[in-house]
């Protein structure tokens, strides 16, 4: 004959020791307590807040304010978010957020934390990761000078093929390049030559011949041009 729900509840009751704070569990526990529920186990104190408190919300846990996990005690119970959770307790999550200097003493906030890191949600002191960029560097600089210089001795002759066949491959394009280039440059020479002329031309006749003298730039247009 299936159990009623009246006996079920019961039964769990019959497991709970109430105290004047807490109601701890007597039956099965692995941290929390565990209650066999038709065959299927499931936490004991959200069953007691289910029974008591009705259902709990979607997306939220349940978190013991008492700190005392084998309590079924709704009172002591709070639907929470999973977040919120994990940093009311006391583990390293829950630590490091709580943190507000480094190792070395250096200030969690403001300028001293990696915004890219930041938008992870972590938090990362700046100034020693440039120390330990810093050390790396003082303890490797030979070794990376070393393999940088192993690796162009391997590979300069490779580079020198690869340099000769790509010059082969494009120097009629860049002799077509700079010819156009060339070109482009004298044409605007000789436009800005022209602007130039044109205005120093309004000027009076016996201005420019003064000018010309003490002028080596103006002093280059031949005397048909003033």
């Keep these: 004959m299936p159990k009623t729900k009246q006996s079920l509840e019961q ?3 019959s497991k709970v020791e109430k105290t004047s704070t807490c109601w701890n569990w007597l039956g099965f ?6 209650f066999n529920n038709q065959g ?7 069953f007691a807040f289910e029974l008591i408190k009705g259902k709990i919300p979607e997306n939220l846990v349940l978190d013991h304010l008492c ?3 084998a309590c079924v005690n709704p009172d002591h119970l709070e639907a929470v978010t999973s977040k919120i959770n994990i940093l009311r307790g006391i583990g390293i999550a829950a630590q490091k957020a709580k943190q507000t200097h480094c190792k070395r003493g250096h200030l969690l906030a403001g300028d001293n934390l990696s915004s890219y890191e930041a938008k992870k949600g ?11 960029e810093k050390a790396y560097y003082q303890t490797h600089k030979e070794q990376e000078k070393a393999r940088t210089k192993a690796y162009w001795q391997n590979h300069k002759e490779q580079r020198k093929d690869y340099d000769k066949a790509y010059y082969q491959t494009h120097k009629e394009q860049k002799k077509a390049y700079d010819k156009a280039r060339y070109q482009s440059h004298n044409a ?6 022209r602007l130039k002329l044109d205005e120093f031309l309004t000027i009076s006749k016996p201005d420019r011949t003064a000018i010309c003298a003490t002028s080596p730039k103006l002093g280059t247009y031949r005397e048909r041009d003033i």
């Design 188 to 193: 605007k020479s000789e436009i800005s030559k």
């Design 67 to 69: 700190r005392n996990r």
């Design 29 to 34: 526990t692995a941290g929390y307590g565990f």
């Design 122 to 132: 972590k938090r990362r002191c700046k100034i020693c990761e440039a120390l330990k």
């Design 11 to 13: 039964r769990f009751w």
């Design 40 to 46: 299927r186990m499931i936490r004991a104190h959200r």
